[in-house]
């Protein structure tokens, strides 16, 4: 009995340790199992979208869909940004979009800023060396494609946008209750190029062509600056309905008509080239109070003269080669 005993005790170890044994090579090849399945799925399965992505050094485009800054951000020139939906730069906070950057927008996106947004060379920089692009993501690109770059009443002073080529969005600038300033840009094929309401802004040596609309300005209590720019090759150069603003010294040329007034009230408009130095094409380019079967309500009359008899040759983007290549 003893011996069987014996035996059985031997013959129970044995299979404990075959069981244990069976049960660590299952875990194993299960394990083995996970770890390939993880491995697909990493390969074959594209991220989850963030609203605040962490993007590796490496790569060199960054989505950003319906993106909320949390802090200062400053982005890297040497990366593409591609905008879906909304950028919001919120209240209290800065975006610095530095030289040579390039951000594309999909179909209506648009950056809405309620904090402080600086684009491009720094005002106190004497020059502008590279360029900031703002541009569609459509491999056929057309005005519209993008909403644009919206200044949400911030009652800024600091926002400025300086060396930066924008084009085909809807409203490129639509800049209401905030005073940026404006600089050294070329702001083409838009739907229309600045839009502003009730805004100081300052408006200088820019391009501003090949848009429906050049510039719109309304809202009675504020005195935009609209100097040195070139307004040319526009449906309609200038459409305004703020008469405090300060229209001088600039190109508004070859545009299907120059100025269109929109109010009861006169502008007074002096030293800008308009063209011709003869006053009866100059006054076929405006459209105001003079011309009953254009308008259909009651409008001021535009006081052009004097007019600058010769083009304006400090007017306009005074970099013009940095803008080859982004034909």
Known sequence: MKIFEDCNKRYKIRTLREQHIGKMEIRFIYCLLIFGLSLVVGTGCPPQETSNPVTPENISEVVLENYRLTEN??????????????LEVPQDITLNIPPGTTVKFGRNASIAVRGVLKVGTPLAEAQVIQLVRFTSDKVVPAPGDWNGIFFDHTHDLESFIRGTVIEYASIALDI????????????????????????????????I?????????????????????TIAQNETGIFCENVQSTIEHNNLNANVFALRLNVKFDLIVTDNWWGSPDPIEIADVIIDGADPGLIIK??????YEPFAETRIAEAGFPYPTLLTGLE
């Open 73 to 86: 951000e400053t982005w890297e020139p040497e990366k593409t940004y591609i905008v879906n939906n909304t």
């Open 298 to 303: 009651q409008i001021g009359t535009v006081i």
């Open 176 to 207: 209401k209750t905030t005073s940026p300033t404006v600089a050294e840009c070329t702001l083409r094929l838009n739907e229309t190029a600045i839009a502003l309401d009730g805004s100081d802004a300052h408006i200088r040596h820019n391009d």
């Open 209 to 229: 062509i090949d848009n429906d609309i050049g510039i719109s300005t309304i809202g009675r209590q504020t005195l935009p600056r609209i100097e040195n720019n």
